[in-house]
């Protein structure tokens, strides 16, 4: 009799085993969920931040009433933020004023790059409104369609707007003995998207007045460029 008790009592501690050993394995219904998030920032870049080796222009034997054309120069949106230009041009002579020496601009904005033979005619059809008779300059540029470009091309020239005449003229005037400095870049038309270009060129012309003092002179140009993220009122101030 105590042997089948013993025997009964193995049988229900062997079994009570088995039942705590399958409850580990139970599985129960679960459920998750995650997210991530990255963040690039822009750059803001002209011509990768690297100075322009084109010469604004080079000449000799410059008399009055001549000019000189300039060389083309190429601004590029380099990152991949709208950035706002401001341009600073700085003339100036190494014996007396920079007044007589006058400065005439074009500049033309595109996304589909011209070859040289492109810019060049798009200059000489433009060019022209610049000046007249003795490359006198012509006052009434912009009101006149001098030349008609491709779709998409956009164009300014140092006649643009009255406004740029008169500043020219009144720094002119103020400005100190032996330089000239002018400022521009306020308008929409220096504002660059994402793999836009500017090309400029300068035209540098000895006003017909300068007299035997001129003789022997250097001229020297310089232009500033400098770039600015155009949101949140992020402008140049252009002060005149």
């Known amino acids: 009799m105590k042997s089948v008790k013993k025997a009964l009592l193995a049988t229900s501690l062997a079994g009570a085993l088995v039942v705590s050993a399958g409850y580990g394995t139970y599985s129960w219904f679960t459920s998750s969920t ?9 750059t803001l870049s002209v011509n990768n931040g690297e100075a322009i080796t084109t010469p604004l222009f080079n000449g000799a034997k410059l008399a009055p009433s001549q000019y000189i054309s300039g060389d083309f120069i190429t601004l590029e949106n380099t990152g991949n933020l709208i950035q706002n230009l401001k341009l600073t041009y700085t003339g100036s002579v190494d014996k007396v004023s920079a007044d007589p020496f006058k400065i005439y601009y074009m500049a033309f904005k595109y996304k589909a790059k011209p070859d040289m033979d492109e810019l060049n005619d798009w200059r000489m059809a433009w060019e022209k409104g610049f000046f007249n008779g003795n490359h006198n300059p012509q006052m009434s540029m912009a009101k006149s369609a001098v030349a008609a470009l491709p779709k998409g091309v956009e164009v300014v020239t140092g ?4 406004e740029e005449v008169q500043a020219m003229s009144a720094l002119a005037k103020s400005s100190s003995e032996g330089d000239k400095t002018f400022k521009f870049g306020n308008d929409e038309f220096f504002t660059l998207e994402e793999d836009q270009y500017i090309t400029m060129a300068f035209d540098v012309k000895l006003d017909q007045s300068a007299g035997n003092e001129y003789q022997g002179v250097k001229y020297s140009g310089n232009l500033m460029v400098q770039a ?3 949101d949140q009122g992020a402008k140049f101030e252009n002060k005149k």
Do not use: C, P
């Open 34 to 42: 995650s997210a991530s998030g990255t963040i690039d920032t822009g």
């Open 159 to 162: 006649e643009a707007t009255v």
């Open 228 to 230: 600015k993220q155009t």
